[in-house]
């Protein structure tokens, strides 16, 4: 597996490590037994995934914000690897609150770019978004072949890789984005008005609740599994220097409808209730699918779990964890 390749000694800094994302590659990374410190200032995380993994394991957390420039030297100080998850999500709060996208994404990105080159830290990965594509028709969707970003937070994402390639070319630092496509799994948070879509479904069904699609739900979305994303992290740090300054897609490579998805959520949380529909969503795009040609071959990412097999295991998790929290 890829974790052989790494030196035991491998430090890594994850910032937004009490997401959903960030505090599963911290998981991940302390399970295997390597150092890990976390900077988030818990905006949005859940206190509780920074105390499932203290009842674990033993790291550092920094409380603190990626807009303070001091937070972030300090947190990449001695750091070999930085896996940058730190921002603010969701389109639709991004059209509604455009200014802190700009201050967290935009600012604080910059802010950790200049604190991981005074450190000369070894690797650089940082989450961009498959919303970098905005109006672009074709499908699939491949790097190079971006259209006119549809929301501030596309625009926050697309200004990162800017800057991230610009500080390979300018200082050498060895940047590598990751435009994740829809990612799902367990700890992904169901309470936020702002949650995900497989979350919403499954906190409005829990409670025997219809949940809306918006639109007429013949979107179609390639959700990517986490486990497919944490091994895409993992790469991005071995990835040679070819990789530095790009950005890939990262996704399982196929697409479902909203319609279907809900369908097996359904048959997986063993529930016969219609979904109601809506308005479609100001800002959404109608169809999604990524071409993972270049990750496949610049970073080796090869993604094991498909939709299917993920919801399963996301089924099993919520149920298991979360069955009563969602039901107050
Ligand atoms: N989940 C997806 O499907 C998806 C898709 C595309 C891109 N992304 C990107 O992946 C990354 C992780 O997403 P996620 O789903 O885990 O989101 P999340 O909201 O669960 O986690 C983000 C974390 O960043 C922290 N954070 C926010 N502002 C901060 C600040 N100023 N300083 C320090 N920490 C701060 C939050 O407290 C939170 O813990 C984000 O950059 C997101 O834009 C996610």
Redesign the pocket.
């Known amino acids: 597996m890829v974790l052989r390749k790494f030196n035991r000694n491998s430090k890594f800094l994850i910032?937004?490590g009490?997401?959903?994302?960030?505090s599963n590659l911290a998981d991940f990374l302390l399970g295997n037994g390597f150092e890990v410190r976390i900077?988030?200032?818990?905006?949005?995380?859940r206190k509780a995934n920074i105390g499932e993994l203290k009842s674990k394991y033993d790291f550092e957390f920094i409380e603190?914000?990626?807009?303070d420039i001091d937070f972030c030297k300090a947190a990449t100080k001695g750091v070999d690897y930085v896996l940058h998850?730190?921002?603010?999500?969701s389109v639709p709060r991004s059209i509604k609150m455009p200014l802190i996208y700009d201050q967290?994404n935009v600012h604080?990105t910059l802010n950790m770019l200049e604190a991981a080159k005074e450190n000369e830290v070894k690797k650089f990965v940082y989450?961009?978004?498959?919303s970098v594509y905005g109006d672009e028709k074709s499908l699939p969707k491949f790097e190079g072949k971006e259209g006119k970003p549809l929301s501030p937070y596309a625009i926050t994402?697309k200004v990162n890789e800017l800057y991230a390639k610009n500080y390979f070319d300018l200082y050498g630092l060895e940047t590598v984005g990751l435009r994740?496509f829809?990612?799902f799994g367990r700890r992904?948070?169901p309470h936020s008005t702002y949650a995900?879509v497989i979350p919403i479904f499954v906190r409005e069904l829990l409670q025997d609740k219809a949940p809306t699609i918006n639109g007429d739900g013949s979107q179609t979305r390639d959700f990517t599994y986490i486990d497919n994303v944490i091994e895409a992290n993992l790469l991005s740090c071995l990835a040679g220097k070819e990789a530095s300054g790009e950005a890939f897609n990262i996704a399982y490579g196929k697409n479902i409808t909203l319609n279907e998805l809900y369908k097996n959520i359904c048959d997986l949380l063993n529930k016969d209730i219609n979904p109601s529909y809506g308005e479609p969503r100001l800002g959404d795009i109608p169809h999604s699918l990524a071409d993972i040609s270049k990750a496949k071959k610049l970073l080796n990412y090869d993604p094991k779990i498909d939709v299917f097999e993920g919801l399963k295991r996301t089924m099993e998790w919520y149920v298991n964890n979360l069955s009563e929290e969602v039901k107050l």
């Open positions: 910032t937004g009490a997401g959903f994302i960030g900077l988030d200032d818990l905006s949005n995380g603190g914000s990626i807009q998850q730190a921002a603010w999500g967290v604080g989450a961009s978004s498959s994402k994740y829809n990612v992904q948070d995900a």
